[in-house]
């Protein structure tokens, strides 16, 4: 279901930065895993990273020390802070939610927004 709300995305140069922003339902925002997904045309979806309800965030290796997600509690957003982008960062970026750690973990998110394009330029 989209339920979820992504925005921010836009066109860069290689080696810029973008930030995504993610709105959650308040009914989610304490007790579901939350993180990031892409897909580009021809590719499977591929995780980005996942913020768990402690706190605890993981990331998938080809954005490990250039990407950071993060939330604002007070305005339940989620954030994709995108640093050091690489033409093979562009896809199209999605937010998702999910109660159970284990769909989290594996992207395979219940809820999810539209999504926003990221195209990073060489």
């Known amino acids: 279901q989209v339920r979820l709300e992504e925005s921010g995305g836009g066109s860069v140069q290689a080696g810029g930065s973008l930030r995504l922003s993610c709105v959650v339902p308040g009914d989610m925002w304490s007790s579901y895993c939350m993180g990031w997904f892409r897909q580009s045309p021809g590719n499977e979806h591929e995780g980005v990273g996942v913020?768990?309800?402690?706190?605890?965030?993981i990331y998938r290796d080809p954005v490990k020390g250039r990407f950071t997600i993060s939330r604002d509690n007070a305005g339940n957003i989620l954030y994709l802070q995108m640093n050091s982008l690489k033409p093979e960062d562009t896809a199209m970026y999605y937010c998702g939610a999910d109660p159970d750690r284990i769909y989290c973990h594996t992207f395979s998110f219940a809820y999810r927004g539209q999504g926003t394009q990221v195209t990073v330029a060489s």
């Open positions: 913020i768990e309800t402690d706190g605890k965030i």
